[in-house]
Every structure is written in structure tokens, then in C-alpha cells.
Nanobody
């Protein structure tokens, strides 16, 4: 059973930075597309950033230029560096793994809270 464990959430003032990390259990990590999603209270879960098994990335328009997703396949980790945080970034952030050969093999972490407030 694949397990994803997020860390690095917390509270920060507007303009501040946080780095989220997601560690995966034993799996063929390099064959998974890895992504970060977020969900704010009363809103649908949305894709924040994705880094595919080949290394290509995409970002939500709202975070372009502020967030950077990266992965270390040898360590089975994916990170999200978040800079210039805004109150609207406040949400629970979830790590997601999707097997590149079968989209039905998708796994989620338990989530980590990010709160941006003055």
C-alpha cells in the first residue's frame, strides 16, 4: 500500500515562505506523476502544481511565479516551495501520486494545513 506523508505546513504572514514536502513509501516513485492540490473551506479541491515522471511541470495560474514544485526520485520525495504567500493561499494542501501507466492508481496524503494571515 502506497503511503504519502506531507510535512512543512504552518502559519505565516503574507509575503512569507513555506516549503512543503511529501515522502512516499516504497514504490516505483519515478513512474508516478506527483502533484500538490489544495482545498480551502467551502471550496473544491484544486490542482496547484504537477511534476510528471519525465520532469515537466504545470502550475495553477494563481501560483505561477511564486510556487516551485520539485522531485527527488532517489529519495521518493516531492516538494513545493511557496514564496510570497497570500491570504488566498490558505488551505489544506494534499500530495498526490498518479501512476503514469494507469490513472486509476492514484494515492493521496493526509494533508497539511497552510495558513497565511497577518
Amino acid at each position: 500500500q502506497v503511503q504519502l506523508v506531507e510535512s512543512g505546513g504552518g502559519s505565516v504572514q503574507p509575503g512569507g515562505s513555506l516549503k512543503l514536502s511529501c515522502a512516499a513509501s516504497e514504490m516505483t516513485f519515478s513512474m508516478y506523476h506527483m502533484a500538490w492540490y489544495r482545498q480551502a473551506p467551502g471550496k473544491q479541491r484544486e490542482l496547484v502544481a504537477i511534476i510528471r515522471s519525465g520532469g515537466s511541470t504545470n502550475y495553477a495560474d494563481s501560483v505561477k511565479g511564486r510556487f516551485t514544485i520539485s522531485r527527488e526520485d532517489a529519495e521518493r520525495t516531492v516538494s513545493l516551495q511557496m514564496n510570497n504567500l497570500k491570504p488566498e493561499d490558505t488551505a489544506a494542501y494534499f500530495c498526490n501520486a498518479e501512476f503514469r501507466a494507469n490513472r486509476e492508481l492514484t494515492y493521496w496524503g493526509q494533508g497539511t494545513q497552510v495558513t497565511v494571515s497577518s
